[in-house]
DNA sequence: GGTCAACCGGACGCCATGTCCATTTATTCG
DNA sequence: CGAATAAATGGACATGGCGTCCGGTTGACC
């Protein structure tokens, strides 16, 4: 605790709205690189704006002036991974991207690729995202507009406005983490959401 | 507040058991009828233990004698009207109850119950039952199994352990607020969920 | 009416939050 | 190169909820 971090550079959001001074860009760079040790080690929920103060090795005002909560945080350090998959939705190849594939199709690579956010970085991090808050994110307006979208198009008569929210209701990451907790491996929760996309989304015969 | 509240007699959870003593009656009353009021008022994951206890008229001391948080004064709330429900899954009439009724209208049935049961009383009150800790919950454990029963009943071959954390996501109270928060009507969320249950576990043609 | 146990309730210590301001430090300009 | 200036820093402070503890009170039973 007391002096070296290296500091792997995380290179993480970088905003530079005008100019940064070089102590405030090397202040967030070990904010970042501290909250996301610490979300990772413990449950996430408990870790406290002091607590990342002092790993970081700066003081608690130096943390509120650009972070006003842990929420504030845990975003930046998800930002890059989202606009990632964001992108890949957008443009990238079907089925997860744009292209001839079904919508059900779409949907269940949508649920492959949220399983892979969830399990691989985020899963601890997204703790930190706790319950109201969650749907006035960006990210979760852009994956309902995502979803609703693909309910359109698939044509069954379904009210897509409702189904959005209530397809995306297993993925929070309180419900991911208690299946997980029981047990049951990432692939199998991913066969579990692949099957309900094919039953809503899938044409019946 | 100083002195006089009626008490509409909330019979409620009873445990009593040995026996209770006059006094220890009297307030356990005026808690529930507190918490009850303040939880419909106000934003209920807002409403401290000190809050009840002043609105009770009686002292903190007192209070988490018998009520180690919020949770336990929610579930004591909840407790009868999910037990009611609980009482008509098992032995009441179909498509709720057991019966010749299709798995999938048994599980829309039930989306029905729930989406009364979060409309009507509790809304408010499940506010304050939040996050990891409602996995935990007696009842989530009563509504798994019995979603769990009605996949596997299905026969659709899907992963009945998996899918039924994953249908009982949308019923999720934050969800729900959600939802009609954004103007949408119970009914209509209703139908969503028949729509889902519909999707996942009616045969295919 | 007396004894005893259970109940009552407010005071207390703890911890986290968010703010404020005197001081330090990077950057710019003469 | 060395001030001037504005930004950044960090710890002290006030606030508020949580959970506990214990001296006093009161209901229940004999």
């Known amino acids: 605790m007391a002096g070296v971090n290296p500091i792997p550079e995380l290179p993480m959001a970088a ?30 929920a408990a870790v406290t704006m002091d607590d990342i103060a002092k790993a970081a090795g700066i003081g608690r005002g130096t943390l509120y002036r650009r972070y006003p909560d842990r929420a504030s945080i845990a975003r930046a350090l998800l930002d890059e991974h989202e606009r990632a998959l964001q ?49 006035a994110t960006g990210a979760y307006g852009f994956w309902r507009a ?4 693909l309910v359109t198009e698939a044509g069954t008569g379904a009210d897509p406005d409702v189904l959005a929210d209530q397809l ?35 044409p019946r015969a």
């Open 146 to 149: 995502h979803v609703r979208h």
């Open 168 to 202: 995306l209701a297993p993925l929070a990451p309180d419900v991911y983490r208690m299946q997980r907790g029981r047990g049951l491996g990432p692939d199998r929760i991913a066969a579990g959401l692949a099957a309900l996309a094919r039953g809503v989304l899938a």
């Open 87 to 135: 992108e890949r939705l957008m443009r990238g190849p079907a089925p997860l991207g744009p292209g001839p594939a079904a919508p059900a199709e779409r949907l269940a690579a949508f649920y492959a690729a949220m399983v892979d956010l969830l399990e691989s970085h985020v899963d601890l991090v997204l703790g930190a995202e706790t319950g109201q808050a969650r749907f």
């Open 15 to 44: 905003p530079a709205p005008a100019r940064e001074r070089a102590d405030a860009a090397r202040n967030r760079a070990r904010v970042l690189a501290a909250a996301d040790r610490l979300f990772r080690d413990g449950e996430p």
